[in-house]
């Protein structure tokens, strides 16, 4: 089965400064590659996915790079703020089959 | 986006009870609904595929008999943990995806914290 493999575990930067957190997979069929954010406490909240017929997708400061034939796909945060200091997960799934998740990353944004 | 509502979100059970946890899909018909796992700064872990109208598929090492789920309607799945214990205790989140938009995107419940004592 699909295997998630995610780092760091934990990361802290200086607000205003680049995060960047990695995910490899296991399985050449997953096609779908969400990241989502959660609050302690909270649900998981969907940040920005990519599907495996693209290579890079932005959402302001948000970006995710996908490498298929390395099998791994990033997260990138530009100019970091406070309020994105949570946990972050990275997920690969077939289609709408069942969603493996990372290991997640504590993210901490410094003031 | 599609809603999907858990409930309870918090719930205290004393050993040996059994606690029955709803999930909903408010606005959309869910065939397939997921069951997660999660203890305190870990991932999600998948602990079983809730099918509407067949049996659920379990993840290898996940006790069936010990965590019953229903999924009779195409809005409603139960995830019941039976004889609990406290090494049950953990945060139980639910996920659906609405097929019928061919939306891969996964929708989840609030979550359910239980606590045996």
């Known amino acids: 089965g699909e295997n998630v493999e995610q780092h760091p575990s934990t990361l802290s930067v200086q607000e205003g400064d680049s995060a960047v957190i990695k995910c490899t997979y296991s399985?050449?069929?997953?096609?779908?590659f969400p990241w989502y954010k959660q609050e302690l406490g909270k649900r998981p909240q969907l940040i920005i996915d990519?599907?495996?017929?693209?290579g890079e997708k932005k959402d302001q400061r948000i970006a995710v790079t996908l490498n298929k034939t390395a099998k791994h796909f990033s997260l990138h945060i530009t100019e970091t703020q406070p309020e994105d200091s949570a946990v972050y997960f990275c997920a690969a799934s077939q289609g709408a089959q069942k969603l493996v998740f990372g290991q997640g990353t504590r993210l901490t944004i410094n003031p | 986006g599609a809603v999907v509502s858990q409930h309870p979100s918090r719930v205290i059970c004393k050993s040996g009870t059994s606690v029955k946890i709803e999930c909903r899909s408010l606005?959309?018909?869910?065939?397939?609904m997921f069951w997660y796992r999660q203890f305190p700064k870990k991932s999600l872990m998948l602990m079983a595929t809730?099918?509407?109208?067949?049996?659920?598929?379990?993840e290898q090492g996940v006790e069936k008999d010990k965590f019953l789920i229903n999924h009779a309607s195409l809005t409603l799945s139960t995830l019941t943990v039976t004889s609990a214990h406290p090494e049950d205790s953990s945060f139980y989140i639910c996920s659906a995806r609405d097929y019928g938009r061919g939306n891969t995107e996964a929708f989840f419940g609030q979550g359910t914290r239980l606590t045996v004592v």
């Open positions: 606005d959309f018909q869910a065939t397939t």
């Open positions: 990519i599907r495996s017929n693209v």
């Open positions: 809730s099918n509407e109208g067949s049996k659920a598929t379990y």
């Open positions: 399985d050449s069929a997953s096609n779908y």
